[in-house]
């Protein structure tokens, strides 16, 4: 069965450090993958997606993600943290029409 | 874009009660799907309709759920003899179905409490 697996439940990082989410899935066909990011009390909204071209794709609030093929993930990765960053974050697989997410990583970013 | 409206955001009830709940999608979204998420987990995928047909219910979804979309408009999901393992989050999502796979619009869910 298609399956998106978050390695970390829980990040905790100082201010301005460097963040990296890994995100592995778990499906044979073409691809097309998204980071969500849900703020405290927010609704999820959408932080980047992958469809297909350079796999090194840039989003909103200075983020990236990175689609390698051969090990079957899309981690996501910020130079430099803000407090305002603190939230939960999934990694999704499109499947047929549909979203397929992990279980979600929470970040929290210390002043 | 009034974005994606749920009704009501919170629900309490008792175990063996039926409650339905409302989702407003973005008005131009053709695709409409519900999700639940349940603390310290993804959103899981419940269904998910293209106008007015429903396209896709997951295996996992008991027979006591049911939605529908009449006119493919607004949809209702309902859940009839809750029990207290239906307690969670339930979101509703939209997508315009411009490109292949377009991103979904979530709304800010129904939390629905079973005792």
């Known amino acids: 069965a298609q399956s998106v697996s978050q390695h970390n439940h829980h990040v905790i990082l100082s201010e301005a450090a460097s963040l990296e989410l890994g995100c592995n899935y778990s499906y044979g066909g073409t691809v097309n993958l998204f980071w969500y990011v849900q703020y405290p009390g927010q609704h999820l909204q959408l932080l980047l997606k992958y469809f297909s071209g350079d796999p090194l794709v840039k989003g909103i609030k200075g983020f990236e993600a990175e689609f390698i093929k051969s090990k079957f993930s899309f981690n996501l990765r910020k130079p430099s943290v803000q407090w305002s960053d603190t939230a939960e974050y999934f990694c999704?697989?499109?499947?047929?029409?549909?979203?397929?997410f992990g279980q979600g990583t929470e970040l929290s970013v210390k002043p | 874009d009034t974005g994606v409206s749920q009704n009501p955001r919170h629900k309490i009830t008792k175990r063996g009660q039926n409650v339905t709940f409302r989702c407003d999608p973005i008005?131009?979204?053709?695709?409409l799907y519900w999700y639940r998420q349940t603390l310290g987990q993804g959103p899981e995928f419940l269904t998910y309709?293209?106008?007015?047909?429903?396209?896709?219910k997951s295996r996992l979804l008991s027979d006591r759920f049911s939605a529908e979309r009449p006119k493919g408009s607004f949809s209702t999901l309902e859940i009839q003899r809750t029990e207290q393992g239906d307690s969670a989050m339930y979101l509703c999502?939209?997508?315009?179905?411009?490109?292949?796979?377009?991103?979904?619009?979530f709304g800010n869910g129904t939390r629905l409490t079973v005792t």
């Open positions: 008005s131009e979204h053709n695709r």
């Open positions: 309709f293209q106008n007015e047909a429903q396209l896709e």
């Open positions: 999704a697989v499109n499947v047929g029409g549909k979203l397929i």
């Open positions: 999502a939209s997508s315009p179905m411009t490109e292949a796979y377009s991103p979904l619009h």
